[in-house]
């Protein structure tokens, strides 16, 4: 914590060295935090840099250096959203379900061969950005409707 302290009141005046050590310490979460909103590492990593920009650009705007984290992730999933709404025609899509019969066997033979990633990975950009919204940022339905 002395270590973000430090950094962050060296980063308040442009000191470049501090900003590399915030952008060590925090990039490799950032990056996870907004691929798991646009699933695809190369936008990620765009979003990344933009959001530190963003970030050591209005970094007095952040009220203390405990809240940096949360500032900063504030800033990346925002950054997300924009990229979503900017770059993607299509959020949501209609799933269909065929086979009901067969989907409870199916169901009871691959329960053990689930792949968490997989599914995120294939869910439409929509429900992966309420999901990430409703689960990881604990955002209320009420909430999400603003985005």
């Known amino acids: 914590m002395k270590n973000l302290e430090q950094n962050f009141k060296l980063a308040e005046k442009h000191d470049r060295k501090a900003q590399k050590a915030l952008y060590d310490m925090y990039s490799a979460k950032m990056l996870a935090i907004a691929n798991s909103y646009v699933n695809n590492l190369h936008d ?26 949360f500032w900063l ?55 992966r950005l309420v999901f990430n919204l409703y689960v990881f940022e604990e955002k209320s339905i009420m909430k999400l409707r603003t985005y």
Do not use: H, T
């Not at 970094?59 to 984290?69: A, G, Q, T, V």
């Not at 990633?117 to 294939?122: D, G, K, M, T």
């Open 44 to 69: 990620a990593e765009d979003i990344l840099m933009d959001s530190f920009f963003n970030c050591f650009s209005k970094i007095r705007d952040c009220r203390d250096w405990r809240s940096f984290p």
């Open 73 to 127: 992730r504030k800033i990346v999933v925002n950054n997300s959203i924009n990229f979503i709404r900017k770059n993607k025609n299509i959020l949501y899509s209609d799933i269909e379900i065929n086979g009901l019969e067969s989907a409870d066997d199916e169901w009871n033979n691959e329960m053990e061969e689930i792949n968490m990633e997989e599914i995120f990975a294939s869910m439409p950009d929509g429900y």
